[in-house]
């Protein structure tokens, strides 16, 4: 009897044991394992369903991005990784916060790009260069995010900028032309192409932003010597002072010229009469054509030139292209033709005051920038 009691405890004790290790493994090892699917890419409603399926708990956590809001960025574990049934799978996922359009900076400088990014509310990221023999050098070739988009204030924007043509080790080589460049810029990208651009001219005019290159000595595009030391011819940024000279200076001897021709007829006149007519000089009628014509040289002097540059984007077939100008003159259209994708357009245009220009490529706009 004793020993079917002994028995029975023992059976009792091994059953408990039993459920205690099968408890203990769910709730340590989880039971069976699954494969994790890969779910980057798919909407955060389609990925949770997907979860819960195989027996997954999915946790969201909302990430800034510039994909559209909802989407499953990345996941944890990662897609073919083993996870235990009942255990938590992590999804991140693009937030659905106010989004901004973002500028498309191709083609300009990058100095010019960089504010641009800063202004509209962005952040400017990394900058890579490289050599390019069709784009100038110091002008953005690429960005990423690319444009347009609308994406998350403060969003990173990483900019390709070119070298301009890899001249390697030769010795001759056409010099790079950084004329619209920042006088640092400048001096960097004439660095990297074995030049010295210690010499800096400065030029009083408003008509360019201060610090910006306006020319170089030799001038852009000449051959020269590695080594060679280049002049930068940068605006500073004042008015010229030698032209308001040259225009006061112009004004002291005209009136000379009414009081000279009376005293010659003087003498044929009474006394009294004499002393009445130096009065007469005071209208000076002659000097007023003159400063109109110093204006005008004035005007002249201080026409600004846009320098418009365009890649155009990759294309299946040629398209049109045309660029407007609209200044004080009107409106006209300064280049109108087909283009290939992967062109670059180079424009120099002349104006006064102010200038719109508009791209239009297939009929359609494409961007418009502003000079001042």
């Known amino acids: 009897m004793r020993r079917w009691i002994s ?12 459920s205690g290790l099968t408890i203990l493994y769910f709730v340590f090892f989880g039971g069976s394992s699954v494969t994790m699917p ?76 960089l504010k641009k990014i800063e202004e509209a509310g962005f952040v400017a990221g990394d900058v890579i260069r490289i050599y390019d023999k069709d784009v100038p050098p110091g002008v953005v070739i690429a960005q990423s995010p690319a444009a347009p988009s609308l994406v998350p204030a403060k969003t990173r924007v990483n900019v390709l900028v070119s070298l301009g043509p890899n001249v390697g080790k030769r010795d001759v080589f056409p010099l790079p032309d950084v004329a619209g460049m920042n006088v ?11 030049l010295f651009a210690k010499n800096v001219e400065y030029v009083d005019t408003t008509s360019t ?31 010229p002072q030698r032209q308001v000279a040259a225009v006061q200076q112009e004004k002291v001897p005209v009136p000379s010229k009414p009081v000279v021709v009376q005293e010659s007829v003087q ?17 000076p009628v002659q000097p007023s054509p003159q400063p109109t014509q110093n204006k005008d040289t004035v005007e002249q002097k201080e026409s600004k030139q846009a320098k418009v540059r365009y890649p155009v984007p990759p294309l299946s077939r040629p398209l049109k292209l045309e660029i407007k100008a609209i200044d004080k003159q009107g409106e006209r259209t300064v280049l109108s033709k087909d283009v290939k994708g992967g062109e670059y357009i180079t424009l120099n245009i002349p104006y006064t005051d102010q200038l719109v220009v508009t791209v239009y490529l297939g009929g359609e706009f494409v961007w418009e920038e502003r000079y001042f």
């Open 38 to 113: 890969d779910l980057t890419g798919e909407s955060a409603i389609v990925a949770m369903e997907r979860l819960q399926q195989l027996g997954l708990l999915p946790k969201v956590e909302e990430v800034d991005s510039y994909r559209e809001p909802g989407i499953v960025l990345e996941q944890l574990p990662r897609a073919g990784e083993k996870i235990k049934r009942g255990r938590i799978a992590i999804l991140k996922v693009s937030s659905s916060g106010e989004r901004f359009a973002l500028p498309d900076v191709r083609g300009m400088q990058y100095e010019s790009a």
């Open 209 to 239: 932003e201060q610090g910006i290159v306006m020319a170089t000595k030799p001038k852009g595009g000449s051959q020269v010597t590695r080594g060679s030391q280049v002049t930068l011819v940068v605006s500073s940024g004042r008015a």
């Open 184 to 194: 640092n810029e400048a001096k960097k990208v004439l660095s990297e192409a074995g």
């Open 267 to 283: 003498p044929k006149q009474e006394n009294n009469t004499a002393q009445k007519e130096p009065a007469k000089p005071a209208k």
């Open 7 to 18: 028995l029975s405890l023992l059976a009792v004790l091994l059953v408990l044991i039993c």
